[in-house]
């Protein structure tokens, strides 16, 4: 059997944009006709599956995971970095900054003679309006609460300043969601724009079909190291048997994502190579807490307490990954593997917890969860094991798009979620801040966790910022607004002649370091 291929997985702080970057305003809306993928093996193409259809690809938008997969390759930031435990913050769109003496004021030092897809010259103004955007658009604003003012003295020059000192304000830039965008193009586009996207990077959009394919090219104005790969295929292949078939059959070349039963075939297959990684995605079961039954502690507390989360993990992964015993893992400050695991499996307990809310004879609810995201198997353990305390669940799957928008407005009541983002004050902020993102229509609201979070972001002592992180933890298991399940590992699988391949955080990867032997 061929031997695994250990990758490192360098986790992301904020999905950081290497080299990603791209698109322009060429490219064909979903359901148009999309450019033909290159056949798969030629050297200069490369064709990778992806397990839903995108959403958009607008940075400052969207949080779809299988969208960034393709931006991870469409936009520049300003700074890079190797994620969230990484302390090697590198040159972007930036070529240096200095910071000032209170660590409140970043003047940043701009590249010069670099394009936007569109033709455009990148200036300063462009990565004032890029941050000014992420600062009130609601999926990205949780990011920016640091920020006071974004200034452009001139064409090369950025200054930020900041309300209060934020120890992670450069990882933070370096996230997907500060993907540097064109004014020009975002303005001229409208709402159409995360269907025409524009970046600096070395790949530029070129169309996009619906359900079936996104395709880029390579920008020949890019102003970095021109890429071996020309031109990136990314194909739509929700199930991942049909994905492996098409890996095996050398109708596509990567295959991101791809599942923990799957490994032992690929691993005997002579002409695939699989790279595994710890993973940053946390699996967890969450709860509209303004809606009734939900609104009682001691309703979700007994379900916390139903829940056998190593069943979960054996019915939906087979336990490949590690049970997770809060919502941080060993990469995140914060974590503590000392602490026992969270939400103990007690059923007696979680009876008597129903009884005491009024709800001996249990009730009926949805669990929510959005295709393509590989939740099936836990909704549907979660569903039998609920049914011991009376609780009959009917699981409720919907398109992404759709899922999405219902999630948004509060109108779920029980949900099967995935989240991915190795920083504690991203996982934290994202999950459990009140105006978190993945703090679905902000129904759950704990101001101690907010004054925490923001603490934390000023403590320059790892230690102490740790232990704030902790504190959040145990407040956390106590509301039991959300139930962390497990950290599925990461698995990639890819013909063996391509090479230079990075897996970053569960759904990033620079096409630009792949090339074929």
Known sequence: MKRLLSLALVVMLVLSLFTACGGNNAGTTPGGDAAPAAPSGEKDSVIVAMNADPTGFDPQVTLDATAMMVMYNIYDTLVESDGACSSDIRPGLAESWDISDDSMVYTFHLKSGVKFHNGEPFTAADAKYTIERAMVEPATASYCTSIDKVEAPDDSTLVVTLKVPFANFLMNLGGSFFGVVNEKAVTEAGEDYGRNPVGT??????????????????????????????????????????????????????????????????????????????????????????????????????????????????????????????????????????????????????????AEAGHAD?????????????????????????????????????????????????????????????????????????????????????????????????????????????QIVKITDEDANKIPLYFPNQYFAAKNSLKGVRVIDNCYYPVASWNWE
């Open 201 to 354: 990077g070395p790949y530029k959009f070129v169309s996009w079909s619906s359900g079936d394919n996104v395709a880029l090219a390579y920008n020949e104005d890019y102003h970095g190291e021109a890429p071996a790969i020309k031109n990136v295929t990314y194909r739509v292949l929700p199930d991942t048997s049909t994905a492996l078939v098409a890996l095996q059959n050398g109708e596509i070349d990567a295959l991101p994502n791809s599942a923990p039963i799957d490994a032992p075939t690929i691993e005997e297959d002579p002409n695939l190579n699989l790279y595994s990684a710890p993973g940053a995605t946390i699996a967890y079961i969450g709860f509209n807490t303004q809606t009734a039954p939900f609104d009682n502690e001691k309703v979700r507390q007994a379900i916390k307490y139903a829940i056998n989360k190593e069943e979960v993990f054996m019915g939906a992964q087979d336990g490949d990954g590690v049970l997770a015993n809060s919502p941080l893992n060993e990469v995140m400050d914060g974590y503590n593997p000392d602490d026992p695991v969270m939400n103990p499996y007690d059923l007696e307990k979680a009876k008597a917890l129903m």
């Open 362 to 470: 249990g009730f009926s609810c949805s669990i929510k969860l959005a295709a393509g995201q590989n939740r099936e198997k836990v909704a549907q353990v979660v569903q039998a094991q609920l049914k011991e305390i009376g609780i009959t669940a009917s699981i409720e799957t919907l398109e992404k798009g759709t899922y999405f928008e219902q999630m948004a407005v509060g109108n779920y009541e029980v949900y099967v979620g995935g989240l991915n983002w190795p920083d504690a004050d991203d996982m934290l902020t994202y999950l459990f801040a009140s105006d978190g993102p993945f703090n679905w229509g902000s129904v759950y609201s704990n101001p101690t966790i907010d004054e925490l979070l923001v603490q934390a972001r000023q403590e320059n002592d790892a230690a102490k910022r740790s232990e704030m992180y902790q």
